[in-house]
């Protein structure tokens, strides 16, 4: 399968910005994803960007795409403790099958 | 509209049991997800349908999984015989057919089994 990699853990302090970030490998990715599992619960649909598109921007989440460099972010603005979770990147590709990353922990401070 | 129901939502077997999780999804979606969620790490695709045709089935460990959609809408996997190393969530998710929305897709909750 593909390789989607992200960092394990991050911590912010509440108010400020988060930013999440992941690689992938394949090239013909058609939309690539940020899904937010919170403890016992299923994946969550945060947001998604078209691949010939390089931002996106939704409400306080800001999707960046860097094609070239085949890396995604995620940015937060005026990080909540609600937004503490598992933060999962995804890329589909044009036969339709998704790939996963191992996950980013976000841990907010009061 | 209601999301996509898993049940049970918990279950704990011994290794060498049998077990079976079912999944139904959002009402319309043709497509139809099962993943595999090992602790610590992202969701692996097991299987996926399209109505009661199987797409893809490349990473399901067939000696002993199992998985049908009958009728194109719920579906159950099957685990025969359970090993330790199968203890995880298995997600099962849905999605539309739709040109615009067909790529994104919508999780339950999941069922966490736990093989002693």
């Known amino acids: 399968g593909e390789d989607v990699e992200q960092s394990l853990f991050l911590s912010v302090r509440e108010g400020d910005s988060s930013v999440i970030n992941c690689t992938y490998t394949d090239s013909s990715s058609t939309y690539l994803y940020w899904y937010k599992q919170e ?12 691949s010939n598109m390089d931002m996106k921007q939704d409400q306080r989440l800001t999707v960046l795409l860097n094609k070239k460099d085949k890396h995604l972010s ?11 979770a598992i933060y999962f990147c995804a890329e589909s590709t044009p036969g339709n099958q998704f790939y996963f990353g191992t996950g980013t922990s976000l841990t907010v401070i009061p | 509209e209601a999301g996509v129901a898993q049940s049970p ?7 060498r049991q049998s077990v079976a999780f079912w999944c139904n999804p959002i009402s319309g979606h043709a497509t139809l997800y099962w993943y595999q969620q090992i602790l610590g790490q992202g969701p692996k695709l097991l299987i996926q349908f399209q109505n009661n045709g199987v797409v893809d089935d490349s990473q399901l460990p067939k000696d002993r999984f199992s998985a ?3 009728k194109g809408v719920d579906s159950t996997l099957k685990i025969q015989p359970a090993k330790l190393e199968d203890s995880a969530v298995y997600l099962c998710a849905s999605s539309p057919t739709g040109t615009r929305d067909k790529n994104i897709q919508y999780f339950g909750a999941g069922t966490r089994l736990s093989v002693l």
């Open chain 1, 74 to 84: 995620l940015r937060i603005a005026d990080t909540q403790t609600g937004d503490s």
């Open chain 2, 9 to 15: 939502r918990y279950k704990i077997i011994e290794k």
């Open chain 2, 68 to 70: 049908e959609r009958l």
């Open chain 1, 39 to 50: 403890p016992g619960a299923g994946l969550q649909l945060l947001t998604y960007i078209f």
